[in-house]
């Protein structure tokens, strides 16, 4: 069968139709939204949190931050690989949305939980229960309480003594029945130990005649009756606790301890009324807060089998904030007011402000805040969610006054006992003499917080002409001394003293009637360099006329004093002023010794005194001996230590900047830095010294100098640029140029022209430059020769070796000029 072209794409298009058609019905969610109860999915939690996007079963309506339903995308190409592809996204959304959700859930229940257990750290009694040291068991090993009440599993005790003796441990049946011997059974369930006693008594004195009296004689068999084992009860705790249910406990537990079983009360469970029901009954009502503020609750029963504990929400809960000795939520009865608050919280701090209390309530609409003056504390009535804030006393005194300056006890006194100002002053122990009682001060601050002065003249007080001052609280009382008014005055002294502290002296606080000998005492007396009669005091001029142009602005005085320390002079005797200045001259003939050192080729090598300022080189070498056979008096050298100041050290620094800062680019200045202190090296001619003792060449001598006269040296030594740096035998026939060939010669980089030689005296030569030719200083024993390197570049070196030319070239051109007018002349 052949089709033609139309007919196969006809059949082509109805195809993929189809194919499209079948694919979108099998691949996307259905249309209706199915109803009853297996519509619901299971697995899928309910508590979904707002905003968070849910299926609603709508294909065609596209949930936030979900991808839209296969029927509504645009298929690329009509290619169905891609359409199941598109099919498979919702699904995986889906999954991806509900582990977010739980992830969600799961935070949010973390947040609540959170949430609940800080709440429950601010609720009053909480800790009590919030302890794992505490064993939430009773003690068994102790007496049998009279009131406990037996049941079966019960073991019974039953002790007979004195005439008879024997004993009996029964087990209560579960039907409640004990079976002794020789007597039967004996119903005990529900029966205390003293009614037990008595139960058991009456049966067995049929058996033992002496447990009751007898034809007048007394009893001589007695009967006890205890616990032995003890058996187990149920309880059941209901109602607001951390984990309510079924507790297994011992029949001696109480309420209490079936509280600790259950963890307590929780969030909004009640710490004052929880019930005890029994056989369907409240038997009584237990108040946690009874326990914790007394240490014992009468209601705290013994709890016995199937009891059920019921704790109920709380009815009214306030909020405790401040200056109390505990904060947080207080349970309270209705009958309880605000004093009762207090009390649960400890009482007051120490700091708190009792005369109200600020009491937040809720109303209806809004909240309100309500004053709670320190009379109503007994009467004012709470509400539950009412907060109580306590605040802090101001930081002032309603009854203090202070006091100080020139008085006795200065310090705070109270009002009471210091009403005025005159009161004050007696119970400050009185004024001290120094106080300028005409000037007090009162600083007050006024009801308006504005601080005034109040100046008092105390003398009109005391004499009667005026009206005593009555103080009030905060005042502050100054009585100034009449040396808070006055300059602290002193004396100083410097110069030749034995305890100078420095440069400018000693300042020694002034006292009246004090004489230079006085003073003198106090710094120690005078030094042995002082001058004794050149003690001399300046005095300041008071009221100079700053008119006159030759004004004199001080008078000076001038002591000879004693060795004894007493100032010879004539009237009366002189009396120091503030601030004089004593002044201490050095004797001008007193030098303490200096020495110098002669080392070398002298016949007494040493150190020796300076015997006069103008001393010479050869005044000491004459007093060393003389000079030795081996002297080389060409060598000698003078090293001499120079001190500067600091302002010669300032200047010289000073100067070495400006020197290097004017060196231009191309050149460079190595200076070494300026020290206080510095050793250099003196070239002296010893030849010339000696040939001509005192001459001008002969230096005078100074503190610290050595002279070193070295023997006869018979070397020359040869660095620098050279090829081979050597020491070499000096011999008188060799020039400069024979040693530099002794030590290779010199090197690309030497610089001849800059050649110098350091002689053994400390002296320097350097080489001389007549045009093309060097003239090099002429060797002598114990000398260095040293050859500096260049230090030029190429193009330095080029530009030298042009300017050199142009030199030449202009010396040629000169000499040329000059013979051309000497033939014209001719």
Do not use: W
């Amino acid at each position: 069968m052949k089709l033609s072209k139309n007919s196969f794409s006809q059949f082509f298009f109805k195809f993929t139709l189809f194919i499209l058609i079948f694919s979108k019905s099998f691949g996307q969610n259905p249309v209706a939204t199915p109803t009853g109860p297996a519509a619901t999915p299971t697995n899928i939690p309910t508590n979904i949190p707002t905003g968070t996007p849910t299926n609603t079963g709508n294909a065609n309506q596209a949930t936030p931050n979900m991808p839209l339903p296969a029927k509504n995308r645009v298929l690329p190409n009509n290619d169905p690989n891609a359409a199941r592809n598109v099919q498979a996204a919702p699904n995986d959304q889906r999954a991806i949305n509900k582990e977010d959700s739980l992830r969600i859930i799961r935070e949010e229940e973390a947040n609540q939980d959170a949430a609940k257990a800080t709440l429950r750290r601010r609720i009053f009694g909480y800790n009590l229960f919030n302890t794992v040291k505490f064993d939430p068991t009773p003690a068994i090993n102790i007496a049998t309480p009279s009131n406990y009440v037996l049941g079966p599993n019960d073991q019974l005790i039953i002790d007979i003594y004195g005439y008879s003796q024997t004993m009996f441990k029964p087990i209560i049946s579960a039907d409640g029945y004990i079976t002794i011997e020789k007597v039967g059974l004996i119903y005990l369930a529900g029966s205390t130990i003293e009614q037990a006693k008595d139960k058991i008594k009456s049966r067995l004195s049929k058996i033992y005649i002496g447990l009751n009296p007898y034809s007048g004689f007394p009893a001589n068999t007695f009967l006890n009756v205890s616990l032995g084992n003890i058996r187990s009860i149920k309880v059941t705790v209901t109602g607001e606790v951390i984990a309510p249910g079924t507790y297994t406990l011992s029949s001696l537990s109480t309420v209490q301890n079936a509280l600790y079983a259950c963890g307590g009360p929780n969030e909004v469970g009640t710490y004052r009324k929880i019930n005890v029901i029994r056989n369907n009954r409240i038997v009584t009502t237990f108040d946690i807060y009874e326990l914790l503020m007394t240490g014992f609750a009468k209601n705290n029963i013994i709890l016995q089998d199937q009891d059920i504990i019921q704790v109920l929400p709380y009815t009214s809960r306030v909020a405790v904030k401040g200056n109390t000795k505990r904060e947080g939520l207080f349970e309270l009865l209705e009958d309880e007011k605000i004093n009762k608050v207090i009390e649960y919280a400890g009482g007051f701090a120490p700091y708190a402000y009792r005369h109200r209390l600020k009491v937040y309530r809720n109303t209806t609409r809004e909240r309100k805040l309500l004053d709670v003056m320190e009379n109503e504390f007994n009467t004012f009535k709470m509400q539950s969610g009412d907060s109580i804030v306590i605040e802090r006393v101001l930081e002032r005194f309603e009854n203090m006054v202070s006091v100080n300056g020139a008085i006795f006890r200065a310090g705070e006194y109270s009002l009471e006992s210091s009403p005025t100002l005159t009161q004050l002053i007696k119970s400050a122990e009185g004024l001290k003499g120094e106080a300028l009682t005409g000037r007090i001060s009162i600083i007050r601050t006024r009801d308006d917080m504005i601080i005034e002065n109040i100046s008092v003249n105390y003398d009109d007080i005391i004499k009667g002409k005026a009206a005593d001052i009555a103080l009030k609280r905060e005042d502050v009382i100054t009585i100034p001394s009449i040396f808070d008014l006055t300059e602290p005055a002193y004396v100083r002294i410097q110069g030749a003293i034995n305890n100078p502290v420095g440069e400018d002296g000693i300042e020694i606080p002034f006292l009246r009637n004090m004489t230079i000998e006085d003073v003198l005492v106090k710094v120690g007396g005078l030094s042995e360099s002082a001058s004794l009669a050149r003690v001399e005091v300046v005095r300041r001029k008071r009221n100079v006329d700053p008119t006159a142009t030759n004004a004199q602005i001080s008078d000076t005085y001038t002591f000879t004093v004693n060795s004894d320390l007493k100032v010879e002079q004539t009237g009366t005797k002189f009396v120091l002023y503030p601030f004089d200045e004593i002044f201490v001259r050095r004797s001008p003939n007193y030098v303490e010794q200096t020495f110098v050192e002669i080392q070398g080729e002298v016949i007494f090598p040493a150190t020796y005194g300076i015997k006069s300022k103008t001393e010479k080189i050869s005044d000491l070498i004459e007093r060393a001996g003389g000079l030795s056979p081996q002297a080389y008096l060409e060598g000698a050298t003078l090293v001499r230590q120079i001190q500067l100041s600091e302002i010669e050290i300032t200047q010289r620094r000073k100067a070495i900047n400006e020197i290097t800062n004017s060196v231009r680019g191309n050149q460079a200045v190595e200076v070494e830095d300026v020290n206080a202190t510095t050793v250099s090296s003196i070239g002296i001619d010893l030849t010339k010294i000696m040939q001509n003792p005192g001459s001008n060449v002969d230096m005078i001598l100074q503190d610290g100098d050595i002279i070193r006269i070295p023997k006869r040296l018979e070397t020359v030594r040869v660095q620098g640029e050279v090829l081979y740096p050597t020491t070499v035998k000096f011999l008188d026939d060799k020039s400069f140029i024979n040693y530099i060939s002794n030590a290779g010669g010199f090197t690309k980089r030497s610089l001849k022209s800059k050649s110098y030689i350091l002689y053994a005296n400390g002296s320097v030569d350097r080489t001389r430059r007549f045009l093309f030719v060097n003239i090099y200083p002429k060797v002598a024993p114990g000398s260095e020769i040293i050859i500096p390197q260049k230090t030029t570049t190429a193009q330095q070196q080029i530009a030298q070796v042009q300017g050199l030319f142009a030199t030449v070239a202009g010396t040629i051109t000169t000499l040329i000029g000059i013979f051309t007018l000497l033939q014209i002349s001719k």
